[in-house]
């Protein structure tokens, strides 16, 4: 079955699963998406985006001092506001909301359901901490086990923008005190511009770790008024809205979504450029750190060594066609003069971070065509517990080419020996077309390679299918040392992961490698009699041009006489461990690999007929049988090719999209024709017409006719 | 009732939207009634499935098509196939039916535009997870052993527990990103990962013990 098919049978699954599964929000007959935002929909197409800028862009530092001369105005210094007062003797928000009556009719869940996609500020009285709902857990499990006891609606906080107000609204919410009194969840969030007590309009918030308004909003109850901002700008305004869960140990203190109120009151959310500081094109969220900085004259926004300039005149534009801000890198390496350690202060003389050595490189290293900079501020020493041991904040490592910055790791802070600073450099592999960089983990958690192309830090693609569903072998070691095989442009992970990089299509793939020799004396032939463990076995062995190809099991077992009630016959079974294919040439190993199949019982009588190799114009390989069976069944296959001492598993391009390409195996039929010259495998499928698999050996490929 | 509401054409005692008035109040109708509606060729239906199940359509459509230009014309589309499937259907949850028309027609829709290209997309990675279920690249032809097929995916699904199944309806049928499953139910994305993978593997166990080679 391909796997569309499968996707398509999906689709057709029974009703109620269809059904149980469907978004709370529709579940608890509530509209949440207002269909008629234009910008809702960029915020999931940008989501994957937004997530690879996140991972660039939260490379910032932390404090900043940057001093509000004329023109630069600090958070709020506009008119700003906040109505609610969060304690229990304050329930007020404005004159306009308090002479409305707080009637919740669309919150009964036994009243019919109201539902215009109308907000009406009456239903959401300001937050009063001490009553909301004390409930345990949190995320969907609360949301739909303790649906009625939820607080419906609240308001969480407003700011005066201009002419109008903006309100942050909440729905479903409730506090944990059991496990944290000082977060407050609110399932959903809504923002509203607000003109005389009436919505004007309304947006999410589009924060990327909680998006499409799913999965619930931790939120500092005390801090409710600084998640919203406002900024009058040089030809337009800028509302900032400021998410951070607490308790949440971010390397940066804020995701910020940017919005613009237009004249008319229409809420609009910005969408800006991030390659500047090798993020996308375009994208939502800004990691932001406590301390930035607004110019109001320029339309910046400056956040340590990162300035987003706010482009007014495009503000009520499509982005595709004209981004509302562009993200630049504002470092200068110049700044950051080589550590002098004389310079450095005792920090037993010190008071204050100002008498700190403010920046420094710490060291540099060339790693290819790059220079990696490991740069560091406010640096002190204890000089007289130790004076080689500095301690600094805010280490990264830049990596540049002829001048040009094209990345900035993560910050952190670090105390260490000045003679030891090779060791806080971020990893990177110099391979024979390039260097690999290792990026911080991707929200998957695998691993997440990156390298330099177009001035720009972008990562590897991979393909991890060679390990998926494969126990790790028993040489995966967590803390050996990584392995380059630079000619190979390989590098070997855990003395058992071995990843190749193809520079030219920046991908890679990963396989599980044996890091111990194999050693081809230590299997003996396959025994079918044997009923015991047959620890390593030569299955089967092959000849063909001037190579001879192994099939190797490991703990291999017999187990015969099993009853086919089908055919009312007995048949044996071999099962084993682990396969692999050895090649030998002239009595020497040159290559060999481990095999996939989960097929692990194989017909007896069919060993000695699932490795067959080929030699074709193109070059040499096998086809290796999964399984093969004297009773029929599909005959499911994959096709290898051997090349500089090296086997490649071929990958089938499937004959409709979206699907990649893929190592799956293939149904070849076994008594099949080999066309050397046309590079092709022929075989009659026992209900169709003829198929030709013509190789494609330059291109790991091969395709069916 | 409110008495607020404005007073509009009703069917069967309800009151609905009135187009010219779309400021008044609405008492979502149920599902019943829409089907009533439906049946009498009271094209005011159009507007009464859009503003009950206009989110949820659209949610399905965008998860597929990440474009909102395609999901606004595929959840109109789904309206219209909705519109000519019943009659002389009847269904019993109207919100499924019409998550799987539309769900079809974005594939649809998604299958055509890209059969040009490949990107990165959600999409992708989706039918590369389902890779893991199938083993070879032949067609399954045949309907009744379609049937059969979808008939063992439903037992299979029964047996799930509730939150591993809804995460893998959400997945598969849904077409959610791991991201925003993971937001419902808060929990990290990894343990979503994890628990699809395993019921991946569930599946195609599952499968092969039920005499089906995927």
Redesign the interface.
Known sequence: ??????????????????????????QH?E???A?SS?FR??M??F??IA?CAAIIVAVVIGANFVSKNAGLVGPNDSDSSSDITLSSDSSTVSETESSVSSTE?SSDSSA?????N?IRLEDYPPIVLDTVPDLKG?????QMSQQDKLLKKATLATLKCGEYELYMLGRDIHIDKSDDPLCLYSYYMELAVVKDGEVISSDGPHTF????H???YQLAPFDLPNYLEYYELNGGNLVVFKYHEPGQDELWDYECTFFTIADDGELRLLMGDSSGIGGDSIGLAAYLHEGYTVDSINNTLTDGDFIYKFNCENFGLNPYDAVHFTAEMNLDLSKYPMLDMEQVPDIAEITDWEQCLSKATLAEKQVGYYTLSLIGEKIRSPKQVDPNIILVENVRTVVSHSGKIVYIDESSSLESDINYFDDEFMTAYEMNYGVVFKLPNS???EECFGLVKGDQMIKF?GDL?AT??VDPPAEYDEHAEPIVIAEENALILYNALKYTFDFSTSSFIASYTGAEPLILAEYSTYDKNRTDYQNKAILEEKDSAGYKFYLLGQNAKNSLDNYDEMRGTTFSVCSFTKLIVAVEKDGRLIANTDVYNPNTGHDVEMIGQLLRPFEMKDGIGFVLYWNLETSG??P?AAIYKLENNTITQLK?E?D?????A?G????IEPDYTVDAENNTIVYKPYDGEEVTLTLDFANNMFS?S | ??SNIAASPSVGGKIF?DSAN???????LDDSEIIGMLFDRDERVIAELS?K????C??IA??IL???ED??ECVNDTYMKTWESIPPEK???L???M??IT??LA?DR??RD???????????L???E???????????EATAE?RE??AA??RF?GKLS?KN??MF??R???CE????I??????K??NV?VSLNRTR?QLREYMKKEGY??
Do not use: W
């Open positions: 079955m391909r796997s569309s098919e499968l996707f398509d049978i999906l689709g057709e699954i029974d009703d109620k699963y269809f059904e149980e599964a469907k978004q709370p929000d529709v007959g509209l949440i998406v269909e234009p929909s960029f999931s197409i989501a994957p997530a009719s019919p359901m109201i539902d215009d109308k949190s995320g969907l499990e609360t770790s909680v998006s499409m799913q999965g619930g929200s998957t958690g693609d299918t998926y569903g069944g599909n499911y089938y499937m409709f999209a979206p699907a990649p893929t799956s195996p293939f149904i069916m | 009732m409110n939207i779309t400021s008044s109040e609405v008492i979502r503003r199940y206009g989110s949820y659209t949610s965008n998860n990440r474009n909102r999901t606004e269904p019993k949850l919100a499924a039916f998550g799987k769900r079809n594939i998604y299958r890209h059969s040009q290209k490949r990107g990165g997309d959600d999409m992708e989706i039918f590369e389902l890779e893991e279920c199938v083993s070879d690249g032949s067609s399954v379609r097929i979808l995916v439903n699904l509730s199944r809804i309806v959400s598969y049928c849904y990103s791991v991201h925003d993971a937001a419902r139910f808060g929990i994305e990894n990962s593997a080679e995927l």
